[in-house]
């Protein structure tokens, strides 16, 4: 039996999913922050050697916060896509690069695991280059939606090699508390 929805019942069917989906991508990704110690303020970090390429700390939470609100749209796109054979593919492999993207964080940050965050960050660029290629075949704008996103996660891959090539004995730092400050 096929499904008929009128042009005003699947534009429904949309808001509805964004009305969930969109905060729930938002919360989970601020919550793996917060939870995962990703602050520029921790004396772990601020002893890091940065590299030459590393955009000023508030640089993140702004892009992060338009990146998630897109992804969320992206996966609302998808989820309204009842006649799509691909649809539940697209939704699992969104769902494992969600996971994966929430646990580079805490492996990262806390955990001062930089060698593997960076593995972590490299099976999240694979699994976003499959979700991208699912979601342009479901929708061709949720694909789209994603593109920044699969961007800003290679910046973020190079950004993760260039820390631990300049940091390669890291996770053996002590967080000591204790901060330089040079006043000048």
Known sequence: MNRLASPAQLRASLIRWALFIIPTVMLLGFLSGQLGGSSADSPWFQALQKPA??????????????????????????????????????????????????????????????????????????????TVILFFKVRKW?????????????????????FLQANPDASQAQETGAVQRYEF
């Open 142 to 162: 949720a694909g789209l939606l994603l593109v920044p996103y699969f961007a800003w996660i290679l910046f973020a891959t190079l950004l993760n090699y260039q």
């Open 53 to 130: 390429l590393f955009p000023p700390p508030a640089t993140f939470g702004l892009v992060w916060s338009v990146l998630y609100f897109m992804m969320g749209l992206a996966l609302a796109l998808v989820c309204a896509a009842w006649g799509s054979r691909l649809r539940m593919a697209a939704i699992i492999a969104f769902v494992v690069q969600f996971v994966l993207n929430l646990a580079w964080t805490p492996v990262f940050f806390a955990y001062h695991e930089i060698g593997l965050a960076l593995g972590v960050i490299i099976a999240l660029d694979i699994a976003v280059i499959v």
